[in-house]
């Protein structure tokens, strides 16, 4: 599965992130962000997810 990196504005928010009906990208070219091992499995069949820092209020 082909992954798209996060692009941040000058506030630090990513502006391609799949999850935002609004956003400028087409599928395909935005970011498929995981906020938890659920939706990480579920969109990459992955096993392991790491809780990290950046995912954190």
């Known amino acids: 599965m082909p992954l798209n990196p996060p692009i941040y504005d000058a506030n630090g928010d990513i502006v391609n992130d799949c999850?935002?009906?609004?956003?400028?990208y087409a599928p395909g070219k935005c970011a498929e962000i995981c906020d938890n091992a659920e939706e990480a499995a579920q969109h990459y069949g992955s096993r392991v997810f790491n809780h990290s820092a950046i995912n954190t209020p």
């Open 19 to 24: 999850r935002d009906p609004n956003t400028p």
